[in-house]
């Protein structure tokens, strides 16, 4: 969440960023609330101040067997001012941390402006669009001739957007995953986490899902459990409430998990096939830096999640997401997206996303630096890649005229075959 320090010292700026977003949005009744809060401390504390002093009295008093009816009652009803004054500064902390978890992060400078997503620009491209001697097939009409995966089945034992992979579409799916996470480890350095596939409410609230989201989550009914709608949540917060060093940093971690999310806001959209369901399976990127050198970080991140796009000869372009478009904890991120045929255009498949200090001023996840003061991480998180998305793009894109698919070479000594 956004620094209430920060937003007292500079609230023009703040406001005037978050307009970026959306020119609703405002932090003024935070500041509102916080000058009322404030006060009431002041209040409070001259009011200790004044028991303390009335209670020396009464002590001095006694000694001098004076009568400290009165001035005991005077303490007593300073008491009762005191505890009133606590509920209600209890109150309004309470409401603070609320309006402030419900604020977006925001965006970032270099941030490109903009009011929706045709404003995102193109920053570059890796590729040409596959082109083909014939009428190629979606991925959803391919993975049903060729019994790989089941559409049908997976909304009968489950419902709607939830989908059942078979025989060699079950190992090619395994082998991507495979594929991603061996290259994250053994090339680019990160360490594999294997991390619960559920997390409470206080792991949902560092990473940003709650409460603003609580709509798309999948709760567990009398348990304070939601199953995670990426590894970023459980892997950002491996380090909650800790103070690391900054010897520690960067940390990259990497974790394969499923990932379950409802779409409730997305009703009609991408309804068919793999790019949109409410279960899927994903390798995620996740990064613990300085503020010095977050930047940079990003940087390296989005281009460890192009290198698997390219190691498996799939077109796609890197767009930046403008501030009407950035997710809700972001500053600033870039999208992959890679070439799909049956769409005639690029469809998402990784956000590389900079979250600044936001998720962990929420998480409390800290480091000493190299002067003993203690501040917050920055963290950052990628996909690398969406695992259903990839396969998708694999089997439209390396269709072939006698309805065969080629895999790529990267990927056969882990399927074992080189076709389905």
Same mark, same amino acid.
């Given at each position: 969440m956004l620094d209430i320090k920060l937003i007292r010292e500079n609230p023009e700026k703040i406001n005037e960023l978050l307009k970026r977003r959306n020119p609703e949005l405002s932090i003024d009744r935070i500041l509102e609330i916080d000058a009322e809060r404030r006060k009431i401390q002041t209040q409070a504390d001259e009011l200790r101040a004044k028991r303390k002093n009335e209670s020396q009295k009464i002590g001095m008093m006694k000694k001098n067997g004076e009568n400290t009816?009165?001035?005991?009652?005077?303490v007593r009803k300073l008491g009762d001012d005191i505890k009133e004054l606590e509920e209600k500064q209890i109150e309004l902390d309470n409401t603070q941390r609320d309006l402030l978890l419900r604020t977006p992060n925001t965006p970032d400078e270099t941030t490109p402006v903009g009011q929706s997503e045709e404003d995102n620009p193109t920053i570059s491209t890796w590729g040409n669009p596959t082109e083909f001697s014939f009428t190629p097939k979606a991925h959803w009409d391919?993975?049903?001739e060729k019994g790989i995966v089941d559409f049908e089945r997976g909304v009968k034992i489950s419902q709607s957007r939830f989908t059942l992979y078979r025989g060699?579409?079950?190992?090619?799916?395994?082998?991507?995953?495979?594929?991603f996470l061996d290259l994250h480890t053994e090339e680019h350095g990160y360490e594999e986490i294997l991390p619960p596939f559920m997390a409470n409410a206080a792991t949902m609230t560092g990473t940003g899902q709650l409460p603003k989201f609580a709509e798309d989550m999948y709760k567990c009914v009398d348990e304070d459990l939601y199953l995670i709608p990426t590894a970023e949540v459980p892997v950002t917060n491996i380090y909650a409430g800790e103070i690391l060093s900054e010897e520690d940093l960067p940390k990259y971690m990497t974790a394969y998990t499923p990932c379950f999310r409802r779409e409730a806001g997305s009703a009609g959209k991408d309804t068919r096939g793999l790019i949109r369901v409410h279960q899927f399976n994903k390798v995620e990127m996740v990064k613990l830096t300085t503020p010095e050198t977050s930047a940079d970080e990003h940087e390296k991140l989005t281009k460890n999640a192009e290198k698997c796009l390219e190691l498996l000869g799939l077109p796609y372009r890197r767009?930046?997401?403008?501030?009407?478009? #950035?997710?809700?904890?972001?500053?600033?991120c870039f999208d992959i997206e890679v070439w799909m045929p049956s769409y005639n255009n690029y469809?998402? #498949?990784?956000?590389c996303s900079n979250f600044g200090d936001y998720q962990a001023r929420r998480a409390n996840i800290r480091y000493r630096n190299k002067d003993g003061k203690v501040q917050f991480v920055h963290t950052l998180n990628g996909s690398g890649l969406a695992v259903g998305r990839t396969f998708a793009a694999i089997v439209e894109n390396f269709q072939q005229e006698d309805g065969t698919i080629i895999i790529p070479e990267v990927l056969r000594k882990y399927t074992g075959f080189d076709r389905i």
């Open positions: 009816d009165s001035i005991q009652e005077e391919l993975c049903e060699k579409g079950a190992k090619l799916e395994r082998a991507i995953i495979q594929f767009v930046a997401l403008c501030t009407a478009d #950035i997710g809700f904890s972001a500053n600033k469809k998402e #498949i990784s956000s």
